[in-house]
């Protein structure tokens, strides 16, 4: 058994410089910042609590990310309330349409979405369904690889790949959206 | 192969997750020959990209750092561990303190630090009270100084640098050298703590804060009684067996003085502060 102190100094090296990335997840999936600190909070408590049983030299950010995920089901899933869910077929149906029927295709022109603001792209991020949201989270704002998010999300590699690959197909529809009402989008 | 499935390929593709050489060699032939799939390749990639460069980061609130680290180990804020480079870089300066250090086990614990409980946090602590509560936790060895010095220019540049806002005169004690001080924290508020020792281990432990500061304080007060007492016989003492607790007032400033050292009297003690 180590000692506390050491315990202690080696979760303050390795587990507290992941707290914003847990925090910027936790508030993300939640949606309130006090919720976010709440979760956050118990994850850290519950993480030293733990700490003897961190494989060293394992990656200290996904193991953290775990015990956030767990807490998150088993405290905060059924309090927080779900955004409205998008319709996929819906999506499919306004990807299909927005497809552009040459290669002149104007709307996928990186300036025109880069005029969105950050919280038109998280509000965009929140409206997903949580699956879906969970895996855009891991994957392109925390750079987890698929293996990390497919342990994260107790799913094959596979699922990872294709709940991605809605999760940005629906993403895209929203943005278009966004840019379309701001005069951006220059074509359907 | 069926469309959903290159779909997913594209999508690993696009993030550098396709380790296989013949899916990447079928995937990009795929993209050079059907639009429709070269279409999507670049939806996945721009909304990564417009993901990525939109995250809108939100750091961790300061409070909530400073709240789970104290849960994790109450009475241990997060100091930097500069104790044992000073020391090896001076050591005739600092063999002294070191030896003194050693002694009492090491130092600090503010309990104004301490509460864990939220509820707890938005009370004000009674000054006297949690000079000495320190005190006994640095009889108990709980922390290690934020740094350690015997210059008490160098201990004042540290308080002001670690954003104590009022004055800190550095008393000297007669055969006691200085040893080093912590800046805590306590509802945002910085204060400033010292520490001496001398040769047979003892250890005075000296908490000043402002007297203006003091009055409008959000986590500190003293108590009229106190105040009272100070200004007409100009100190209060209290033993016990374990300490000796001084509060005076000096240089606009409230001192508690707390030590161990059975053979100090309260005039000798004052006198050197003053």
Same mark, same amino acid.
């Given at each position: 058994?180590?000692? +506390?102190?050491?315990? @202690? &100094? =080696?979760?303050?090296?390795?587990?507290?410089?992941?707290?914003?990335?847990?925090?910027?997840? $936790?508030?993300?999936?939640?949606?309130?910042?006090?919720?976010?600190?709440?979760?956050?909070?118990?994850?850290?408590?519950?993480?030293?609590?733990?700490?003897?049983?961190?494989?060293?030299?394992?990656?200290?950010?996904?193991?953290?990310?775990?015990?956030?995920?767990?807490?998150?089901?088993?405290?905060?899933?059924?309090?927080?309330?779900?955004? +409205?869910?998008?319709? @996929? &077929? =819906?999506?499919?149906?306004?990807?299909?349409?927005?497809?552009?029927?040459?290669?002149?295709? $104007?709307?996928?022109?990186?300036?025109?979405?880069?005029?969105?603001?950050?919280?038109?792209?998280?509000?965009?991020?929140?409206?997903?369904?949580?699956?879906?949201?969970?895996?855009?989270?891991?994957?392109?704002?925390?750079?987890?690889?698929?293996?990390?998010?497919?342990?994260?999300?107790?799913?094959?590699?596979?699922?990872?790949?294709?709940?991605?690959?809605?999760?940005?197909?629906?993403?895209?529809?929203?943005?278009?959206?966004?840019?379309?009402?701001?005069?951006?989008?220059?074509?359907? | 192969?069926?469309?959903?499935?290159?779909?997913?390929?594209?999508?690993?593709?696009?993030?550098?997750?396709?380790?296989?050489?013949?899916?990447?060699?079928?995937?990009?032939?795929?993209?050079?020959?059907?639009?429709?799939?070269?279409?999507?390749?670049?939806?996945?990639?721009?909304?990564?990209?417009?993901?990525?460069?939109?995250?809108?980061?939100?750091?961790?609130?300061?409070?909530?750092?400073?709240?789970?680290?104290?849960?994790?180990?109450?009475?241990?804020?997060?100091?930097?561990?500069?104790?044992?480079?000073?020391?090896?870089?001076?050591?005739?300066?600092?063999?002294?303190?070191?030896?003194?250090?050693?002694?009492?086990?090491?130092?600090?614990?503010?309990?104004?630090?301490?509460?864990?409980?939220?509820?707890?946090?938005?009370?004000?602590?009674?000054?006297?009270?949690?000079?000495?509560?320190?005190?006994?936790?640095?009889?108990?060895?709980?922390?290690?100084?934020?740094?350690?010095?015997?210059?008490?220019?160098?201990?004042?540049?540290?308080?002001?640098?670690?954003?104590?806002?009022?004055?800190?005169?550095?008393?000297?004690?007669?055969?006691?050298?200085?040893?080093?001080?912590?800046?805590?924290?306590?509802?945002?508020?910085?204060?400033?703590?010292?520490?001496?020792?001398?040769?047979?281990?003892?250890?005075?432990?000296?908490?000043?804060?402002?007297?203006?500061?003091?009055?409008?304080?959000?986590?500190?007060?003293?108590?009229?009684?106190?105040?009272?007492?100070?200004?007409?016989?100009?100190?209060?003492?209290?033993?016990?067996?374990?300490?000796?607790?001084?509060?005076?007032?000096?240089?606009?400033?409230?001192?508690?003085?707390?030590?161990?050292?059975?053979?100090?009297?309260?005039?000798?003690?004052?006198?050197?502060?003053?």
């Amino acid at each position: 058994m180590k000692d +506390n102190n050491l315990l @202690y &100094e =080696e979760f303050q090296k390795e587990a507290i410089p992941h707290m914003d990335a847990l925090f910027n997840f $936790a508030l993300r999936m939640v949606g309130d910042s006090d919720d976010a600190n709440d979760l956050v909070q118990e994850t850290y408590l519950r993480a030293f609590r733990f700490w003897d049983k961190f494989e060293k030299g394992t990656n200290c950010k996904a193991w953290l990310f775990r015990i956030l995920k767990n807490t998150y089901i088993n405290s905060y899933r059924k309090q927080t309330k779900e955004p +409205n869910k998008v319709d @996929y &077929e =819906e999506v499919e149906n306004f990807y299909e349409n927005a497809k552009p029927s040459s290669t002149e295709d $104007a709307h996928l022109e990186k300036e025109i979405f880069d005029n969105l603001l950050d919280d038109e792209v998280s509000r965009a991020i929140s409206s997903l369904p949580e699956d879906f949201r969970t895996v855009v989270i891991l994957s392109d704002i925390e750079g987890f690889t698929y293996e990390e998010i497919a342990d994260f999300i107790d799913c094959p590699v596979g699922t990872v790949r294709s709940r991605l690959h809605r999760a940005r197909k629906m993403l895209f529809t929203k943005l278009h959206k966004y840019a379309s009402e701001k005069g951006y989008a220059l074509n359907n | 192969m069926e469309e959903r499935k290159v779909n997913e390929l594209i999508t690993a593709l696009v993030d550098d997750e396709l380790p296989e050489v013949e899916d990447r060699e079928l995937v990009l032939s795929l993209l050079n020959e059907n639009p429709h799939y070269s279409y999507n390749y670049r939806v996945q990639l721009l909304t990564k990209n417009i993901v990525t460069n939109h995250k809108n980061f939100v750091p961790a609130p300061e409070k909530l750092k400073r709240k789970i680290i104290r849960n994790i180990k109450p009475g241990i804020p997060v100091y930097k561990k500069i104790f044992g480079n000073l020391v090896d870089s001076n050591p005739p300066v600092y063999a002294f303190a070191v030896v003194a250090i050693i002694l009492v086990g090491s130092l600090f614990l503010f309990t104004t630090l301490m509460n864990t409980d939220q509820s707890h946090v938005e009370k004000r602590n009674n000054f006297f009270i949690t000079a000495k509560n320190n005190f006994y936790s640095i009889l108990d060895g709980k922390i290690n100084p934020d740094i350690v010095t015997n210059q008490p220019e160098i201990l004042k540049s540290f308080f002001i640098e670690h954003g104590v806002e009022y004055n800190t005169p550095i008393p000297c004690f007669k055969d006691w050298i200085l040893v080093g001080g912590v800046v805590s924290t306590s509802n945002g508020e910085k204060y400033a703590h010292m520490l001496y020792s001398n040769s047979d281990g003892k250890i005075i432990y000296v908490f000043q804060v402002c007297e203006h500061y003091l009055n409008n304080s959000n986590s500190l007060f003293v108590t009229d009684e106190l105040k009272q007492t100070i200004q007409t016989a100009k100190y209060f003492c209290e033993k016990n067996e374990k300490a000796t607790t001084y509060l005076t007032k000096h240089q606009g400033n409230l001192f508690a003085i707390v030590t161990n050292d059975g053979k100090h009297n309260a005039e000798n003690l004052l006198a050197e502060l003053n």
